[in-house]
């Protein structure tokens, strides 16, 4: 029968094999002339295009092989060799007798009954790769599940406009790879590609499917270890992203509070009532769809457990003993690394029925970080002994409870890669792009979160974008919610420019928006406290406030930072970010007294910017390329300094300040300052009495403030007599600027090192 059966696979596939060789003839189908290995050829030496036709031939190979098979399980030697191509790659595959106690040498079998491990052996087949072969291709159907037996496998994502984008190396032993064959969707998150060459032990999907359709004991405990491989992956990518120099993590408090749907409003106290509590389970992502029983017997062990503000659910490496389900409130999680000396908060997690501490059901059963209330919250704890006990008596409840602990782990997994992405590349959008990409397939075709990356593209659509992600997260099936909460945890820094951008419109607006009645003193000090409000979200540091005069009335000089790009306001107008900052988080805040800038006349054309000065009256100076195109031009240049002179000294008597950044011109941090020009100290050598001149550097204002330490500094003051005794003498007060301007240097510097520190 066995002869029988070869001869069938062999005949229905002989004649289409003229485009290849076989290194035996059928002779030898009696088992005493089998020889150690037969070698099947698809077209091994022809280029990539010849290659790419040939595809039609693997399934010949695989035909015959199969047929083959059957004989080579009588003698335990034999093995059937066959090289195919797959997406223009070289594959050989070996179809040989895996013994049982191959797999049972792997930690993902332990603990199965030796009749599925027998099962899946007879399914298994050992691969050999070459190096940058890919044999997992990210939303492609998972066809196989494998396990690394020698060599390293790298893991891909794709991002617009990127590429493919490294994301992890793994050369362990027995890695579990294709775990995507247990859970909903069944898609690969990522390429599989081999670094140098790699063995790989393969099992195909059907043979899980059968598994997970029939024998739920058994499937239990596959999704169970498929489960800890994936939370020790987690492990890895979080001391990854722990060890990156700007993990890109998010800050607490910082997303929208949730637009939360009418029935999901719970209180604490109705869940008292056993069918209230079944009720609330059935609306979790975790429990959903359960029979009404179960839920009304994990309800029946079920207890409410109320946390004040920053109290300790849990603690990382503490024994999981619980599950919980938030019902209100706000819980935070933070990580630390092993040497625990950083710890990183992670998320904020705030939708009621969110499950918390999913490591009660996976060994070693011990929470990987901690979990602490940001405020007052109340949360269901359901013993975690409970729930095994529930996974194996019902192993049909199980397998669908431990896919959806899967899907959580996967859900963290590729929030961890995705932020890893965000850092390591610096682009958040492509990086929630790529996680919505990922979850294409899991997504209705009508979800409104297949238009957030386009919303994103455009600073006017921003706003729009974070409305349908909370909107979305309060009222979309349970893959949309998990992918909303996830969105808006990658985007907090982008929430938080979008906040600062709307902040510095709204800046703007209250100079370019101010009644004509209103003085300019006033639209100065209104300009100053909405500037404030801007800054409170941000990150900053000042020192050497105690330098300051002890009253106004001087020449504050600074060096001056060109803006980042994503400053730029709709109309194509910039607010000067450390001017602003200078004059009202400092001088402002000490003085209570809103300082005029000395700013260089508009070029004729900005006519935005000059009615916006002239609504402040700050003071002008005039350059001088552009005196020949200014429209006034009756004035000449002595006229004109000698009038900025007489207004400057007004001001300054009047005991307002006056901030001047001597360079005329802006510059990135690293290259301040430029070069000083002589205004300010002309200014400050004919002003009687002689003025303070009051030095402040600052640092980092040319980067994305929201992501990076804005710092200033204040130095001591002085006069200018103090360190020039004939300020008329050209050659004397050039030598002074370029000593001063040498010293600025240093300050800068120094304020480069508050920001760092």
Not at 12 to 32: E, F, Y
Not at 410 to 435: D, H
Not at 711 to 716: D, G, L, N, R, T
Request: hydrophobic content about 40%; some cysteine; charged content about 25%.
């Amino acid at each position: 029968m066995l002869r029988q059966k070869a001869e069938k696979s062999c005949g229905r596939v002989s004649g289409g094999l003229n485009c290849s060789r076989i290194n035996a003839s059928l002779s030898w189908l009696a088992p005493k002339k089998w020889p150690a290995c037969l070698q099947i050829w698809t077209r091994p030496h022809c280029d990539l295009e010849q290659a790419e036709q040939t595809r039609q031939y693997r399934g010949i190979a695989f035909s015959l092989a199969a047929g083959l098979v059957t004989i080579a399980r009588v003698r335990h030697e034999s093995s059937i060799r066959y090289i195919f191509f797959n997406r223009r790659q070289y594959i050989i595959e070996t179809l040989s007798v895996v013994s049982a106690d191959l797999l049972r040498q792997l930690p993902f079998f332990a603990g199965l009954p030796i009749s599925i491990v027998k099962r899946l052996a007879d399914s298994a087949s050992i691969v050999e790769l070459e190096n940058n072969v890919v044999f997992a291709h990210q939303h492609d159907r998972a066809i196989a599940l494998y396990l690394l037996l020698s060599g390293t496998v790298q893991f891909l994502i794709h991002t617009e406009g990127q590429g493919k984008l490294l994301t992890g190396v793994n050369s362990e032993r027995g890695l579990l790879i294709g775990w995507s064959v247990f859970c909903p969707p069944f898609r690969y998150m990522t390429d599989a590609r081999c670094e140098g060459r790699c063995r790989l032990l393969r099992i195909p999907h059907h043979v899980t499917d059968e598994l997970m359709g029939k024998d739920h004991d058994s499937a239990v405990i596959l999704v169970r270890r498929a489960a800890e491989s994936l939370a020790s992956r987690l492990d890895t990518e979080l001391c990854r992203l722990l060890a990156m120099p700007d993990p890109g993590i998010g800050t607490r408090g910082l997303l929208p509070r949730p637009i939360t749907p009418a029935d999901m409003m719970w209180h604490a106290d109705q869940l008292q009532n056993e069918s209230e509590m079944a009720d609330f389970l059935a609306h979790s992502s975790l429990f959903e769809g359960l029979d009404s029983e179960v839920l009304t017997w994990i309800a029946d062990q079920a207890v409410i457990k109320t946390c004040a503000e920053n109290d300790y659910l849990f603690i990382q490496d503490s024994i999981a003993d619980y599950l919980y389900l938030l019902i209100d409130g706000r819980i935070g999680f933070v990580c630390r690394d092993p040497s625990r000396t950083r710890s990183v908060f992670l998320r904020a997690m705030e939708g009621p029925g969110e499950p918390i501490g999913w490591s009660a059901l996976v060994d070693p059963r011990r929470h990987r970080i901690t979990a602490q209330a940001l405020e007052p919250a109340h949360v269901v704890a359901i013993p975690g002994d409970t729930l095994q006990k529930l996974c194996e008596q019902q192993p049909q409840v199980g397998v669908r409870i431990m896919q959806r602990v899967l899907q959580i782990i996967r859900s963290r997994l590729r929030l961890t890669r995705v932020r890893l992405v965000a850092s390591r590349y610096g682009t958040e959008v492509n990086a929630m792009r790529v996680m919505l990409d990922q979850a294409a397939e899991s997504l209705p075709v009508t979800s409104p979160l297949h238009k957030i990356p386009y919303l994103l593209e455009n600073r006017l659509t921003l706003s729009d974008a974070f409305h349908t992600l909370e909107l979305t997260r309060a009222h979309g099936n349970a893959t949309e919610r998990d992918l909303a909460e996830l969105s808006l945890e990658i985007l907090q820094d982008v929430h938080r420019e979008l906040e600062f951008y709307q902040g510095l419109q709204r800046t703007y607006e209250v100079v370019a928006n101010a009644p004509g009645g209103i003085p300019a003193g006033e639209v100065r000090r209104r300009s100053m406290e909405a500037f404030i409000q801007v800054f409170e979200k941000l990150s900053w540091r000042i020192q050497g406030e105690e330098n300051l005069p002890p009253s106004p009335g001087n020449i504050v000089i600074m060096n001056h930072l060109e803006n980042h790009m994503e400053t730029m306001l709709p109309n194509e107008f910039r607010l000067t970010l450390d001017s602003h900052f200078v004059a009202s988080m400092i001088l402002y805040k000490h003085y209570k007294e809103a300082p005029v800038r000395v700013i260089r006349k508009p070029e004729l054309g900005w006519f935005g910017y000059q009615q916006y000065f002239d609504r402040l009256d700050y003071l002008y100076v005039y350059p001088g390329e552009v005196d020949e195109e200014d429209r006034d031009q009756d004035l000449s240049r002595e006229t004109r300094n000698r009038d900025f002179i007489d207004r400057a000294s007004a001001y300054l008597k009047a005991g307002h300040n006056l901030l001047i950044a001597p360079e005329g011109r802006c510059s990135s941090t690293a290259a301040s300052p430029g070069p000083f020009k002589a205004g300010a100290f002309r200014l400050a050598a004919a002003v009687k009495p002689e003025p303070l001149i009051v030095p402040v550097a600052v640092a980092n204002f040319d980067k994305r403030l929201t992501c990076n330490t804005a710092a200033a500094i204040v130095f001591e003051p002085f006069r200018l007599s103090e360190r020039l005794t004939r300020p008329e003498d050209n050659r004397a007060l050039f030598d002074f600027i370029e000593k001063l301007q040498d010293q600025f240097r240093t300050y800068v510097q120094k304020a480069i090192d508050l920001a760092a520190n």
